[in-house]
C-alpha cells in the first residue's frame, strides 16, 4: 500500500522526493466502489446476505454438494462459484459472484425450500 503515513509510498519519497506516486486502475476503482459503500448504508443488508450466503455453501461442504445436484440434475444449469463481495479485492470478483447469485437463483431457492422442509434439518 502506498499509505500517508508509513507505507511504501512514503518511505520512497524519503529516498527520492522527486518520485510521482498512483494507484494503478484497479486499485483506485476499488477505493472508489470502497468509498461509494460507505456513504450508501443500504448496501450494508445486501453485503451481509452475500456474505451469509458465502458461508453458507463455502463452510458447509454438504450443502455445497445439495445445490450442485439440483444445478446439474434437475435444472441443467452450472454451478457457479460464489465468492465475498466488497471485500479487499478487485471489482470484478463482486461481478462474479453477483452473476452467480443471479444465475444460480432458482437452484438456491430450491434448496432453501428443501431444506426449510426438512425436517432433519435443525
Known amino acids: ?4 503515513v508509513s507505507g511504501v509510498g512514503v518511505k520512497l519519497q524519503n529516498f527520492y522526493p522527486n518520485i510521482i506516486l498512483w494507484h ?3 486499485h483506485r476503482l476499488e477505493l472508489a466502489v470502497s468509498d461509494t459503500l460507505k456513504e450508501v448504508h443500504r448496501t450494508n443488508h445486501f453485503q451481509s446476505f452475500i ?8 463452510q458447509w461442504p454438504k450443502n455445497r454438494n445439495e445445490l450442485s445436484i439440483l444445478c446439474a440434475a ?3 444449469q452450472k454451478l457457479l462459484n460464489i ?4 471485500t479487499i479485492m ?3 470478483s463482486s461481478e462474479k459472484t453477483l452473476k ?6 432458482t437452484s438456491l431457492f430450491k434448496h432453501f425450500f428443501n431444506a426449510s422442509n426438512d425436517s432433519l434439518r435443525e
Open 74 to 76: 434437475s435444472l441443467e
Open 1 to 4: 500500500m502506498l499509505g500517508r
Open 100 to 105: 452467480a447469485v443471479f444465475n444460480n437463483y
Open 51 to 58: 456474505e451469509k450466503l458465502y458461508v453458507l455453501y463455502h
Open 90 to 92: 478487485w471489482v470484478a
Open 24 to 26: 494503478c486502475c484497479n
Open 83 to 86: 465468492g465475498k463481495i466488497f
